[in-house]
């Protein structure tokens, strides 16, 4: 039965009580602990039901309970004083305006992503990806970045897991139901819902917006399970990452497009626009119309308006990890923009193709993303490395090492992952503003101030509670498949408060191995037994595989039948339905964290981070952020970042590795203990753990470098490219067309070297090199030097390069280039020219993808006194000493 009228009831709070509704509808209580103890103590039983959602518990509790607290003295001073904190929270972010002295006026970061990982009772994210931009919005907020979110929200989320008796995996699908969740529904003035409309072949999808609001940060989500909508498109919102490749395509339409349009309809004009993945690329196309649409501009001074203000953020370390659509497919729902843009159907699918000339390639989102954003970076070191390896067919002339993909390290949210004892410990110790105090800071040395006792206590207690956390939660989910008396009783008798716990919780992906410590049967039931000597281990894993993924899941099957027909069902606990709860248990109660993928395949890796930063060392292949840290202080590495071309060689190496190191390190170091029981020199690895790894694997961190090396940047480069009507954009666009046109018509004709082949290390020399520029003048290009070692195969592989000073013309009309070099090395070393763009208003000399390298055979090189017709530059003086 359809209704004929629909209401939204909210809670019914007495006036005392209505400090509750702000705390409840702003997610700072997410990591303010003493606001979570304010809810808890209003129902513990109907908090944990709700998973832990205020706006459920105030508009379900008795009414008679809420009579009561607004009568209890206690409870009404710990409300206000949690009222108080988030006052005072919302006025105190300062880091922006203490760093940005002069921000563009009406500044604002607009952060796109498919998924947002930020709070249990939210369940509109699938992992890392989600919860690395959850923790992005929190840490946004804390530095009080002028910055507003934009994602989907999703009717059925991800997807709830569940084992069957097999051990394989289900999956159930919740309805979220958004009038009980802490999101506001933007309105018009009039009270109506404020919708916006996207245009799909033959028809236009309605989305409304939801609110979220992150302590000063807004995320807006849009929602498409409305009328006027058609089924199809109402369920384009319905799950995250579910459907066929239509279905990924249309949101990813609404989140690009969609998100847009949104931001234009709540009046908001941002000034950056940050891609978290390549899935929100399509907001390129739609600024760029838009632009169009709205002023004089052409599509090329549109397109370098747009690119200056763009930043992409990559997530994936393999080509299969990026979203693919066949080029029919990309013309049937966005050809339109081709015409928009004055652009053949070839050249608007150009934008998505890294080979341009591949007419059946399909349509990249990730080559859309890079082509469009002023600013691009990996989220590890290694992963910046990987990407530049990936990508680096859009530069094809440019040596590797200079592909401009930079990275910026991934971190955590300090306050969010940290357990509650621990976090008083270090506020104890440390000082409150540790969650966001920089590498650098003095309070760090404050660490070994620590009693060992102290911490050691503490972190058995939070051991103490995961185990619990673990039994109540197994004991759930086997009610809710109706197991036996007997699995019931076992399962309240799993893991050990005093033995070694490892942890190891993350997607169920293949290359994750999460079974690699299972391949020697004999040897692991020698390291959970404790071989004869009671040093045992115990292993508490969780994860989900996708729904698709069938070797995933049968990963999942392969560890629950080992522990059952090993025997080790107490030892080894699988923990299902892993979430954010789970997971801030499991990394506070563990005391190591197990990671061991096939390098270099984990992009960055956070769940790691959070386990150091409660204290817990990391056992863990040098993949990710773990490659950059200091795994011997903080924990133990697998291997020594080797590469391997046999997968089944590489198990059986890092396998035995990874035995190696739980026998004769972990194990002994962990049960080592003092008459006091305290094991100092694991006590001593916790400490260079927090102290090592907090600061730099912080989202504070994180924030600070996306803010200072690309938010300020891309977003004075936007504002200086509006200014006098958009004539700096007009003219970038004119100069990058002229450059286009005339740029194969300069010529290196000769190049001039000051000393002969072989050279004292230091020894200086000067070069200089004769260019015909053409039609283009100095001012348009960079001529750069560019010297190194050669390598075997006679080609310099990591060269440095050095700008070339013009001199002015000689009297046939070169532009003379110089420069004074030496070589600090001794060896076979070379040197080359080339010639890059230049221009005041470029994001980088590569961006238009054009460089002009001396060709050996058509320069005419001078050595001293001597000439070398069409010698190879980079065997000019190649011979050092």
């Known amino acids: 039965m359809r209704p004929i009228r629909t209401f939204n009831v909210t809670p019914s709070l007495p006036a005392r009580l209505e400090p509750l509704r702000k705390l409840a509808y702003n997610l700072q209580w997410d990591w303010d602990f003493g606001t979570t103890d304010l809810f808890r103590r209003l129902d513990p039983d109907l908090w944990e039901s709700s998973r832990y959602n205020p706006v459920m518990l105030l508009g379900t509790i008795n009414q008679n309970r809420l009579q009561e607290v607004a ?4 409870f009404l001073a710990q409300m206000d004083r949690a009222a108080q904190r988030l006052e005072d929270y919302l006025k105190e972010r300062t880091w922006y305006k203490k760093h940005r002295k002069e921000p563009t006026p009406d500044e604002c970061y607009a ?6 990982g930020l709070t249990s009772c939210m369940p509109v994210y699938s992992g890392g990806l989600g919860v690395l931009a959850g923790d992005h919005l929190k840490s946004a907020s804390d530095l009080g970045l002028p910055l507003v979110a934009v994602g989907l929200l999703y009717q059925e989320g991800y997807f709830a897991q569940y084992l069957n008796a097999d051990g394989w995996q289900q999956e159930r699908y919740p309805i979220n139901d958004f009038y009980n969740m802490p999101l506001h529904l933007e309105r018009n003035p009039d009270g109506s819902e404020l919708r916006i409309g996207v245009d799909y072949p033959g028809r236009t999808v309605y989305a409304r917006i939801w609110r979220v609001q992150v302590g000063t940060v807004p995320l807006y989500l849009l929602d498409t399970n409305i009328e006027p ?10 799950r995250l990452y579910g459907g066929d490749i239509d279905m990924r395509i249309h949101q990813e339409i609404m989140l690009g497009i969609g998100g847009v349009r949104m931001l234009r309809a709540l009046g908001l004009a941002p000034t950056v626009y940050h891609m978290n993945e390549g899935h929100s690329a399509f907001l390129a196309l739609e600024r760029i119309r838009m632009l169009m649409a709205e002023t004089s501009l052409t599509f090329s001074e549109a397109f370098y308006l747009a690119q200056s203000g763009q930043m992409f953020t990559t997530h994936t370390p393999v080509p299969a990890g990026i979203d693919l659509f066949p080029p029919d497919k990309v013309l049937y729902y966005l050809g339109s923009y081709a015409g928009h843009f004055g652009l053949s159907n070839e050249e608007f699918l150009a934008l998505g193709r890294e080979n341009t000339g591949d007419l059946s390639a399909p349509f990249s989102m990730a080559v859309l993303a890079i082509k469009t954003a002023a600013f691009v970076n990996g989220v590890s070191a290694l992963h910046g490395e990987v990407s530049r390896h990936m990508f680096c067919g859009l530069w094809p002339q440019l040596p590797i090492s200079e592909v401009p993909i930079t990275s910026i390290t991934n971190g955590v949210h300090a306050r969010s992952c940290v357990a509650k004892p621990t976090q008083e410990l270090y506020d104890r110790y440390l000082g409150p503003s540790w969650s966001q105090a920089s590498p650098i800071n003095p309070l760090w040395k404050r660490v070994d101030a620590i009693p060992d006792e102290e911490l050691w206590r503490n972190h058995e207690l939070c051991r103490s509670q995961m185990i619990v956390s673990v039994r109540e939660h197994l ?7 109706a197991a036996s008396p007997l699995e019931l009783a076992k399962a309240k008798e799993v893991l050990d408060p005093k033995v070694l716990t490892i942890g190891f919780a993350r997607r169920f992906a293949t290359y994750k191995r999460a079974a690699l410590f299972l391949r020697d049967i004999d040897r692991i039931h020698e390291i959970i037994e404790g071989n004869g000597t009671g040093r045992r281990v115990q292993f508490v894993i969780a994860g989900k595989a996708h729904p698709k993924d069938a070797p995933g899941k049968e990963l999942i099957r392969q560890i629950i039948h080992f522990t059952r027909d090993e025997g080790l069902d107490r030892s080894i606990v699988f923990v299902p339905n892993y979430d954010i709860h789970v997971a801030r248990v499991m990394v506070a109660g563990c005391d190591v964290w197990l990671n061991n993928p096939r390098r270099p395949r984990e992009a960055s890796g956070t769940s790691g981070m959070k386990a150091a930063m409660n204290g817990l060392p990391n056992l863990s292949v040098l993949d990710g952020w773990w490659d950059e840290a200091d795994y011997v202080a903080t924990g133990w590495p697998i291997g020594s970042g080797e590469d391997y071309e046999d997968p089944e060689y590489q198990d059986e190496v890092e396998a035995n590795a990874l035995y ?11 049960y080592n203990r003092d008459p006091e029981d305290i094991p100092r020199g694991w006590v001593a690895k916790m400490k260079d753990a927090i102290r090592l790894n907090t600061p730099m694997f912080n989202t504070a961190r994180m924030l600070k470098d996306y803010a200072t090396r690309a938010y300020f940047t891309c977003s004075d480069r936007a504002y200086r490219l509006i200014q006098s009507n958009f004539a700096p954009a007009k003219t970038l666009a004119q100069w990058e067309s002229h450059l286009a046109e005339h740029w194969y018509e300069m010529k290196i004709e000769e190049v001039r070297i000051s000393e002969p082949a072989n050279l004292q290390v230091n020894q200086q020399f000067k070069v200089e090199a004769l ?5 283009l003048q100095p001012q348009d290009v960079q001529v750069e030097l560019y010297q190194g070692k050669v390598d075997i195969d006679g080609e310099i592989h990591t060269g440095v390069p050095s700008v070339m000073v013009c001199q002015g013309t000689d009297e046939r009309g070169r532009s003379c280039y110089a420069i004074e070099v030496t070589y600090t090395v001794s060896g076979l070393q070379g040197l080359s020219l080339r010639i890059l763009p230049k221009h005041e208003n ?26 070398l017709e069409k010698a190879p530059v980079a065997e000019a003086i190649a011979m050092t000493s």
């Open 229 to 238: 909508n058609n089924q199809y498109d109402q369920d384009i919102c319905d």
């Open 660 to 670: 190696d190191l739980l026998e004769k390190e972990v194990v002994p170091l962990f």
């Open 71 to 74: 009568e209890d003295e206690g």
């Open 111 to 116: 952060y796109f992503s498919m998924e947002f």
């Open 771 to 775: 260019i015909r520029l053409g039609a």
């Open 475 to 481: 004991e759930k989910s086997l009610l809710d498949r």
């Open 842 to 867: 470029l994001s980088s000399p590569y961006a238009p993808r054009l460089i002009l390298w001396a060709e050996p055979e058509d320069v005419q090189i001078n050595v001293g006194a001597e000439v």
